[in-house]
């Protein structure tokens, strides 16, 4: 019975995974039977400078969540005060708004000082990938026995060498966890980026510009590249993550 139990769940299951790989396996598998076209637009400059662009931004994004993230995740993790639950509300709010509302709310409230620029593609990236990070911080403190901390505290440690040496390496795998998360999000972030830096162009934005100028044909090449550069970078973190 418990054999059938598993089968059962594990089929349902790989009904949600099916949906997910089948649809990037057709992509590539399409584009690969147009080699020529594929390889040319590894040679295109545009190409190249959209998707450097893409991975310079995303991994700003990701050290600039991690610097006000973790410390905030640590606070919501150790400490109960008024109004906590509103600041974890808060937290999770970027994950229901539309995105392209959330670029019409930047622009509104940066105005020019975010349009067109490398400062605005990260605004849009930060606001919609932050909760990733903050959540898995503090989940990663959460899971931390606070006792191991106090020991330190007795011995003489401060507040601060408790956290660097004690808390922080112990919640590590969550940060880590919650860092690759956090890349991943801001690299597919489109609606936001959108609205508010048109240019410098990201690879996201060249494919909804060549699938609309050009069709779906021109703006395949560039899908597929950011598919596979997506799922190796994200491997790899996943790998380095596990590893740490």
């Known amino acids: 019975m418990r054999d059938r139990f598993l089968i059962s769940f594990t089929l349902i299951g790989f009904v949600i995974v099916g949906f997910v790989v089948i649809p990037i396996f057709v992509t590539v598998l399409m584009q690969m039977s147009d080699a020529e076209s594929f390889v040319?637009?590894?040679k295109d400059p545009l190409v190249l400078e959209s998707v450097k662009n893409s991975l310079l931004t995303?991994?700003?994004?990701?050290?600039i969540a991690a610097a006000f993230g973790i410390p905030l995740g640590y606070v919501l993790a150790r400490e109960d005060f008024r109004g906590k639950s509103l600041i974890q509300g808060i937290v999770d709010l970027p994950i229901?708004?539309?995105?392209?509302?959330v670029g019409i709310m930047l622009v509104v409230t940066f105005s020019s000082a975010i349009l067109?620029?490398?400062?605005?593609?990260?605004?849009?990236?930060?606001?919609?990938?932050?909760?990733?990070?903050?959540?898995a911080a503090r989940d990663g403190f959460l899971s931390i026995d606070e006792?191991?901390?106090y020991v330190a505290r007795t011995l003489g440690a401060?507040?601060?060498?408790v956290f660097l040496t004690v808390s922080l390496p112990l919640a590590s795998k969550s940060i880590l966890s919650g860092a690759v998360?956090?890349?991943?999000?801001?690299?597919?972030?489109?609606?936001?980026?959108?609205i508010i830096a048109y240019y410098p162009k990201?690879?996201?934005?060249?494919?909804?510009?060549?699938?609309?100028?050009?069709?779906?044909?021109?703006?395949?090449?560039?899908?597929?590249?950011?598919?596979?550069?997506?799922?190796?970078?994200?491997?790899?973190?996943?790998?380095?993550?596990?590893?740490?």
């Open 40 to 42: 040319k637009t590894l």
């Open 58 to 63: 995303a991994t700003a994004t990701t050290l």
């Open 96 to 101: 229901v708004i539309p995105h392209s509302v």
């Open 116 to 135: 067109d620029n490398y400062l605005g593609i990260v605004a849009a990236m930060l606001f919609v990938s932050s909760p990733f990070m903050i959540n």
């Open 147 to 149: 006792k191991l901390e």
């Open 158 to 161: 401060s507040r601060l060498r």
């Open 181 to 194: 998360m956090t890349w991943a999000r801001a690299m597919s972030e489109v609606g936001a980026i959108l």
């Open 202 to 244: 990201t690879a996201q934005i060249l494919v909804i510009e060549y699938f609309a100028n050009y069709g779906l044909k021109s703006a395949m090449p560039i899908a597929v590249l950011l598919i596979l550069l997506s799922l190796t970078v994200f491997a790899f973190l996943r790998w380095l993550s596990a590893k740490a």
